[in-house]
């Protein structure tokens, strides 16, 4: 006989359960896992929601990172001479004033000529620009001089300078203008 203090405890005997019973504990352990994969698929979702937002919201800082960077380059050719058009108006300046002085001896317009020379080299080392002048006997540089003649019979070394006609400039190490140069024959 049991003992009526004592549960009924038919985990003991599992052929103890009514087929009720075992439908109604395989229907439960169904919608615990039912409950816990809704959960996790929720969970998921709302991770995918967030990246979703995270990825668009790259996107759009990508873009706009790139469109600031276009209107920085615009600017920066719309204006790249700015700085070295700012350093010839003193230039401008002296050239002006010096034609403005109709009664100046010729000393005076050749001293405020040099002056404004030395002032127009100065703007233009400022910004970079630098004579390519070749002293003679200087091997000859295709990338920077244009020979214009060859001179036979000198006593310089063939394929050398001989004289400059016309300097040449380099901006940043690029060649605006070549030298334009005699240079020696080979003998």
Same mark, same amino acid.
């Given at each position: ?6 549960? !009924? ?33 929720? +969970?998921?979702?709302?991770? +995918? ?31 790249? @001479? ?8 003193? @230039? ?34 400022? !910004? ?20 214009? +003649?060859? @001179? ?6 063939? !394929? ?28």
């Amino acid at each position: 006989m049991t003992d009526p203090t004592q549960p !009924n405890d038919k985990s003991a005997e599992p052929s103890a359960y009514t087929p009720e019973e075992r439908e109604a504990a395989a229907f439960a352990t169904e919608a615990d896992v039912l409950a816990q994969t809704q959960a996790e698929l929720a +969970s998921l979702k709302a991770k +995918s929601a967030e990246l979703a937002d995270q990825f668009l919201r790259a996107k759009a800082e990508a873009e706009n990172a790139r469109r600031r960077a276009e209107d920085e380059i615009a600017k920066s050719r719309k204006f790249a @001479v700015e700085g070295f058009a700012e350093s010839l108006l003193p @230039v401008m300046d002296s050239l002006e004033t010096g034609l403005a002085h109709t009664d100046a001896t010729v000393a005076q317009v050749r001293e405020g000529a040099e002056a404004t020379l030395r002032q127009l080299k100065s703007a233009l080392e400022r !910004n970079k620009v630098l004579q390519i002048n070749p002293a003679a006997g200087e091997k000859f540089d295709p990338h920077q001089h244009q020979a214009i +003649s060859m @001179v036979p019979g000198t006593a310089q070394e063939p !394929n050398t300078v001989v004289s400059v006609l016309q300097k040449g400039y380099l901006i940043a190490d690029r060649v605006l203008r070549p030298a334009l140069v005699t240079v020696a024959a080979p003998q």
